[in-house]
């Protein structure tokens, strides 16, 4: 079933697809958002966008508030990025769809049946995709442009949440491809998945990026930080892999692993000895994105909130 792909990744918009019914007899307006109305029929288009592909149904009032809101946001995030001229050239826009084409493991084809199933067309998702490569630069020139995480934050996360626990010796950081294997699986699928895994690793030796591959293939949760695992220490892993792990050099892919969950393909992109003196600047590489998210929610929240305590808005849900 296709991914929800639109809004998520940029406002976590989730929700449930819409369900067939009777066409009202108006377009009931539903939202003014300065020089803008919100009518029924363009919420149920972006609600349809936001929630396709999503495995919920029969969204209750609490949601469609929920959805409403967020329209409404992206609205005012819209007009904004319009106030300060920010526009997306056609190549960027080509890029994303077909970034979302790959993301989804689909053709354009595909999409689009899935589309004209919804009602929609692919000038739908064009124009929605649009909107949101928009916003993204907004929010980046106005938020993400002003995170600063200092030497001192680090050092006190460090002090409060590593410290305590912390741990010695060698350990690695991985990431990671993983192709899961059913118990149910014959012989013939298993050799095919470990043909796969092959093949990716093949692939990735090749020059192919590990990342990108890791997005597209892996099913492992970490597919969505291009395989990233983070760090472990001896006796965290599976035997199988950690054997592999801790005894390959930096920056080598691993030949393909079998282990209970599967086939893994990995590769150390860290490696620290443990005979270092324990310190925050061991860490960075963890503490920082934990610090940098959430300063950005902070700033984020404070500069939404005076943009739309600066807004007119009438919600009439």
Aim: aromatic share 8%; with cysteine; hydrophobic share 40%.
């Amino acid at each position: 079933m296709l991914k929800v792909l639109l809004l998520a990744g940029l406002l976590g918009v989730l929700g449930a697809p819409v369900q067939g019914g009777a066409a009202e007899s108006f377009d009931r307006l539903l939202a003014v958002v300065n020089d803008e109305i919100i009518t029924q029929s363009e919420f149920n288009r972006y609600r349809v966008l936001a929630t396709l592909g999503s495995e919920q149904n029969n969204p209750g009032p609490d949601m469609e508030r929920q959805l409403l809101e967020q329209f409404v946001e992206r609205k005012l995030l819209m007009q904004e990025a319009r106030r300060l001229k920010i526009t997306v050239r056609d190549q960027e826009l080509d890029k994303a769809m077909q970034d979302i084409l790959s993301r989804n493991k689909m053709t354009l084809r595909e999409l689009q049946g899935q589309l004209e199933a919804a009602g929609l067309m692919i000038e739908d998702v064009r124009s929605a995709v649009r909107g949101e490569l928009m916003t993204s630069e907004l929010i980046g020139r106005e938020v993400s442009s002003r995170v600063v995480i200092s030497d001192a934050e680090m050092e006190k996360y460090y002090n409060e949440n590593i410290r305590p626990s912390e741990r010695q010796g060698a350990r690695v950081r991985l990431k990671q491809i993983l192709l899961q294997a059913d118990k149910e699986f014959t012989p013939e699928q298993v050799g095919a998945l470990q043909a796969r895994a092959e093949s990716i690793r093949a692939q990735i030796e090749a020059g192919a990026a590990f990342e990108k591959l890791a997005s597209e293939y892996s099913q492992c949760p970490s597919a969505e930080r291009g395989g990233d695992l983070g760090f472990f220490y001896k006796g965290q892993l599976l035997p199988d892999v950690e054997e592999v792990a801790f005894s390959l050099p930096e920056n080598t892919v691993s030949p393909v692993i079998r282990s209970s969950l599967g086939f893994h393909v990995v590769v150390v992109t860290f490696r620290d000895a443990g005979d270092a003196e324990p310190g925050w600047k061991n860490h960075v590489r963890d503490i920082r994105p934990v610090l940098y998210s959430r300063e950005f929610e902070r700033l984020y929240m404070k500069w939404y909130s005076d943009l739309r305590s600066n807004a007119y808005i009438d919600i009439k849900y």
